[in-house]
């Protein structure tokens, strides 16, 4: 199984402030990587797909990035509607795989 | 407006079976793989199942293979997972996603709750 290594697990951040969140894939996953965003009592939603594509809706303050085998999001202005849980997932291949998540707070 | 309303969950004794469903509205339903996502209350997102538009492909983590099935009704717009053998490690919210590959899980339910316990 290809294994989704998260990082950070949790972040303050400020206002205004520019945040990266990044997967690294135990083996080649090419773009197929996804980004979602999950507020508590909340269903998860997606954010970026493709790597870098924006999903629809989604501010444009938010991005994805890949690096070889490390894939990034990035919020480049904090806003308070930003704080939640972000997941990375992989789906180039069965099983689909989830990062462990990373708790984005106000600090 | 492209809606997924998942239904069946409950409380079940371990060892026994729930069915839940999935009802799918605002697209065409046979057109696109379906999967089942679960989240254990207060932990990450598993991805659990998945089945292609036509139930060619149905793919199962491991933790599930054998327990659980995973199939649907085009006729009826409904994804439907049977679970049996449940163990507590089972309890989790249950959601349902549409999609795969690169372009994938842009609607997701609202979730059903599955409370494994005697």
Do not use: H
């Amino acid at each position: 199984d290809i294994q989704m290594t998260q990082s950070p697990s949790s972040m303050s951040a400020s206002l205004g402030d520019r945040v990266t969140i990044t997967c690294r894939a135990s083996q080649d996953i090419g773009n197929y990587l996804s980004w979602f965003q999950q507020k508590p009592g909340k269903s998860p939603r997606r954010m970026i797909y493709g790597a870098t594509n924006l999903a629809a809706g989604v501010p444009s303050r938010f991005s994805g990035s890949r690096s070889g085998s490390d894939y990034s999001l990035t919020i480049s202005s904090l806003e308070s509607e930003d704080m939640a849980i972000y997941y990375c997932l992989q789906s180039i291949q069965y099983p689909y795989t989830f990062g462990a998540g990373t708790k984005l707070e106000l600090k | 407006e492209v809606q997924l309303v998942e239904s069946g969950g409950g409380l079940v004794q371990p060892g026994r079976s729930l069915k839940l469903s999935c009802v799918a509205s605002g697209f065409t339903f046979s057109n696109y793989g379906m999967n089942w996502i679960r989240q254990a209350p207060g932990k990450g997102l598993e991805w659990v199942a998945y089945i292609s538009s036509g139930s060619s492909y149905i793919y199962y983590a491991e933790t599930v293979k054998g327990r659980f099935t995973i199939s649907r009704d085009n006729a009826k717009n409904t994804l439907y997972l049977q679970m049996t053998s449940l163990r507590s490690e089972d309890t989790a919210l249950y959601y349902c996603a549409r999609g795969d590959g690169y372009d994938l899980f842009d609607y997701w339910g609202q979730g059903v709750m599955v409370t494994v316990s005697s």
